[in-house]
């Protein structure tokens, strides 16, 4: 059985941080791209970051970049999003997914996840809560 199960999520105050993990069981780890995808109360979808195969290369839209990092531990099977400087509009429900796909360049845009929707992701997990509020 595939999982991903995410934890460290939590209430914290504007300017805190937070280390999400991300286990993953069931499925070659070390293949995946692995993402970290957040989703606001009534909005949609937005990716807040990437890593590769061998966790060398990293990936950020400009809302996260700076302030997240994201890291995997190939031997644990687990990946983790460090999140520095939280502000109110980082609340959201945060999940991690697999995909064989890496991130790609669109010039004009940005980086853009290889899927808008948990349906183009290999694997989806069920998401930790995280809120920002003072």
């Known amino acids: 059985e595939v999982q991903l199960v995410e934890s460290g999520g939590g209430l914290v105050q504007p300017g805190g941080s937070l280390r999400l993990s991300c286990a993953a069981s069931?499925?070659?780890?070390?293949?995946?791209?692995m993402y970290w995808v957040r989703q606001a109360q009534g909005k949609g979808l937005e990716w807040v970051s990437a890593?590769?195969?061998?966790?060398?290369?990293?990936v950020y839209p400009d809302s996260t970049k700076g302030r997240f990092t994201i890291s995997r531990d190939n031997a644990k099977n687990t990946v983790y999003l460090q999140m520095n400087s939280l502000k109110p509009e980082d609340t959201a429900m945060y999940y991690c997914?697999?995909?064989?796909?890496?991130?790609?360049?669109?010039?004009?845009?940005?980086?853009?996840?290889?899927?808008?929707?948990?349906?183009?992701?290999?694997?989806w997990g069920q998401g930790t809560q995280v809120t920002v509020s003072s």
């Open positions: 997914a697999a995909n064989t796909r890496p991130p790609q360049w669109h010039g004009g845009v940005g980086w853009l996840p290889p899927a808008l929707s948990s349906d183009g992701y290999n694997y």
């Open positions: 069931g499925f070659t780890f070390s293949e995946h791209w």
């Open positions: 890593i590769n195969t061998i966790g060398r290369t990293t």
